[in-house]
């Protein structure tokens, strides 16, 4: 029985601290602030320490919200008054300080209450506006001697501007900033159409935007967070690359948000160097001050600063991972996660309350007025007979009874008339009278249009928002990022330059032109092979000794994948039965697409030969092999034998020297492009088959690149000066294997692909 009791009580116990923590740990929907938070400006409200005034001391705040709302210690109550004033924690500071207030190098280092000063911000005002009207619901405060408010009236949609965290019994809760111009904007959307879809939202709200900036790198993932309420996001620190002295220096301007500088990014980077040997890094300054954020990090020479960041990101603060949960507590006591939609509908639900009652508020004292107006009209209109009335009273009741009794008057307008001094006689204030009484009507006429009509409530909240982005936008500070070169991909152009070294260039910086023209510049060396990817591909790489290599791009960029010895061609893989090797001395081979491992050698190169073509095929294709003198063998891929991995492979064409090679299927357009790049189409019909070993059949005497495309595709072009340039195939004419084509580039073309 006794442990039954004792259970009984245990539980009861524990459900009434676990209600109290999440009260404390929770935001309101409706304000967006925790209980100590909406403790601490309204304390400053109420002792007059207003944006307008003079700066409060912050121990003399601190003891007043002590005594006054919350009993508990004096460092929860500055802790939490200090995150309200810092720029880098909260979007728009609620608080303004006066001292040493700390930074975000080292947010806690903060100076002690007795040597600071605050008061509310002109921003933080908005918090409370019109709470002296009946516009939220008041409590006695802990010892029954004051009254508090439940939740701020908030005209400012709190909540989704400076966001908050917090962790309860089985609750937490992390709402993310945002921008306040895109705030405004995405409710007025709503209000305009309440059946707004989040996609149309974020056309409004892009997603968060942190006080310290930064890159969110999966911006793809938005949409369903701010559909269901929770989710996460990768931020990474905003950096600049620069070459000083042969050295590379990774600047870092902007950090992920709340990320301790000292602790989180400078003392594991230097840990990384001290303790574990990472040998990439020459030194780490920390140049942070008045002009922001920056910490240098210097390499050692000939270093590549991505595959250093790559490591930074993931053994530092460089790059973090924010959690957004946005579970917020109702009027009700109640929890739920909202969406961006839910978010939206309560703060416009809270407003609606705040104007009903204020104008309800407005309206009462209108109607007090009208009524006192009303009197007076009433005693001035008929004074001579109102003077005499009190005269012959012997007191004031009995004057206030005559005169309510003669002219049908309330107590309260009596009373007025009683109250009136001669002065109110004049005929001058008769008129001011009965102006104040045609006012008063139109006031109240208002106010009960505002009290009936949700349309005018909405036209108020609207004009409050575009007034309020007008005084306070600013510009976003984080970067949303849709795709990365990891985590979604990057359509690049993987090249091997003159130095036979592989680089990515961007795929958006190669233009597309008309033919003939100069190109863009893209490298400093001349391209000798190339391919249009992404960085999640997975593509093969063949060295000059025959060896072949399966890669994603994004390691091939980062540094992370050695070869033996240089490379000879980037071949994008595909789902086909057979592997063809061609050589420059014209020897073809064909083997069977071997199950590949890290590293497989796929044919044997002799010495005085060099790889020019590796393609994979199917026996229903043809091998298109060009020789000089604009001489072409088209062999059917089923006629060439399948052999070993180890072996040489057999002639396919008697030529000098081999130039280019293609696979081609029976319908597709051949390009063909010679030595003064003259390019035009041919249909694969027009080439006669051939048999291997033999001289082939003439195209254009001078052709150097031989290519199989469709008539939809593009061409990119890459010359010996560096420039490239891209052009559409459609632009080219379909003319006869002997044909001259049109001039498409004017700089000597060391390679070209198919896009």
């Known amino acids: 029985m006794l442990n039954n009791n004792l259970n009984k009580h245990s539980l009861e116990g524990f459900i009434e601290y676990a209600k109290e923590a999440n009260t404390r740990s929770t935001l309101a929907v409706e304000d967006g602030l925790k209980p100590v938070h909406r403790r601490i400006l309204f304390g400053m409200y109420e002792e007059g320490f207003t944006n307008d005034k003079p700066y409060g001391g912050s121990a003399k705040i601190v003891g007043s919200v002590l005594g006054n709302y919350h009993p508990h210690g004096d460092a929860s109550v500055y802790d939490a008054a200090i995150r309200l004033s810092q720029d880098f924690k909260l979007r728009y500071p609620l608080v303004d300080f006066y001292g040493n207030n700390g930074s975000i190098l080292d947010p806690d280092s903060y100076a002690a209450s007795r040597y600071t000063k ?331 249009l505002i009290i009936q009509s949700s349309n005018k409530r909405e036209t108020i909240i609207t004009k409050f928002l575009t007034e309020l982005k007008t005084k306070y936008n600013d510009k976003r500070r984080t970067t949303i990022a849709q795709m990365t070169i990891v985590e979604k991909g990057e359509h690049v152009y993987l090249v091997i330059d003159g130095n036979n070294k592989i680089k990515s260039i961007p795929k958006d910086e190669i233009a597309t032109m008309t033919r003939g023209k100069k190109g863009t510049t893209v490298s400093k060396e001349y391209v000798i092979s190339a391919l249009e990817c992404n960085t999640k591909d997975t593509i093969m790489i063949v060295d000059i000794l025959g060896k072949a290599y399966l890669s994603k791009v994004s390691s091939i960029l980062d540094d992370e994948f050695p070869l033996d010895t240089a490379p000879a061609k980037l071949v994008e893989v595909q789902d086909k039965d057979f592997l063809i090797f061609v050589t420059q001395a014209g020897i073809i081979k064909k083997i069977p697409t071997p199950a590949f491992k890290k590293a497989t050698q796929v044919t044997k ?95 254009t005497e001078d052709c150097e690149w031989l290519r199989s495309i469709d008539t939809h595709s593009f061409i990119t072009v890459f010359g010996e000066d560096g420039r490239a340039i891209t052009i559409n195939v459609n632009s080219l004419a379909i003319k006869g294997r002997n044909s001259v084509g049109a001039r498409i580039f004017n700089s000597k073309i060391t390679a070209v692909i198919s896009l």
């Open 118 to 448: 605050m008061r509310l911000s002109a921003f933080g005002a908005n918090m409370l506006v019109d709470i002296q009207k009946n516009t939220v619901p008041m409590i006695e405060n802990y010892n029954g001697e004051l009254m508090e408010p439940v939740v701020l009236p908030s005209m400012i949609p709190n909540a989704l501007l400076n966001g908050g965290m917090g962790i309860g019994v089985g609750i937490s809760s992390s709402l993310v900033p945002h921008n306040l111009g895109e705030v405004c904007d995405a409710i007025n959307a709503y209000i305009k159409n309440p059946r707004i879809t989040t996609e149309e939202l974020m056309k409004s709200l892009s997603g968060p935007d942190f006080p310290t900036g930064g890159i969110i790198t999966d911006g793809f993932n938005l949409s369903n967070i701010y559909d269901t309420g929770k989710g996460t996001v990768k931020v990474r620190a905003k950096y600049r690359i620069e070459s000083i002295n042969g050295r590379s220096h990774i600047i870092i301007t902007e950090a992920p948000y709340l990320i301790n500088i000292e602790n989180r990014i400078i003392a594991p980077i230097q840990q990384m160097v001290v303790e574990e040997g990472y040998d990439k890094i020459y030194d780490i300054q920390n140049n942070s001050g008045k002009n922001g954020l920056e910490i240098r990090i210097i390499l050692e020479k000939d270093v590549n600063p991505q595959t250093v960041l790559k490591t930074l990101f993931e053994k530092t603060g460089l790059e973090t991972t924010i959690k957004i949960n946005n579970t917020v507590m109702l009027s009700d006591g109640s929890f739920v996660t909202l969406g961006l939609r839910g978010l939206i509908s309560y703060y416009l639900k809270h407003q609606h309350s705040i104007l009903t009652k204020k104008y309800q508020w407005e309206l009462d004292k209108a109607e007090a007025r009208l009524n006192i107006v009303e009197g007076l009209i009433i005693a001035i209109e008929n004074i001579d007979e109102v003077v005499k009335m009190i005269k012959e009273s012997t007191n004031t009741q009995k004057a206030k009874m005559a005169l309510m009794s003669r002219f049908e008057l309330n107590d309260k307008q009596a009373a007025a008339i009683l109250d009136m001094r001669l002065a109110r006689l004049t005929s001058l204030e008769i008129n001011k009278l009965l102006n104040e009484k045609a006012e008063l009507i139109k006031s109240i006429e208002e106010y009960e």
């Open 605 to 699: 190169i002799r010495e005085e030969d060099s790889l020019i073509g590796v393609h994979f095929a199917n026996d229903d294709e043809y091998v298109m092999v060009l020789g000089t003198g604009g001489k072409v063998v088209n062999i059917p891929v089923a006629e060439i034998p399948t052999s070993g991995k180890l072996a040489y492979g057999a002639k396919g064409i008697l030529t000098d020297q081999v130039l280019d090679s293609t696979v081609a299927a029976t319908n597709d357009l051949i390009l063909t492009i010679t030595a003064e790049n003259k390019a035009k189409l041919t249909n694969h019909s027009n080439f006669l088959v051939n048999a291997r070993a033999t001289t082939g059949q003439l195209t």
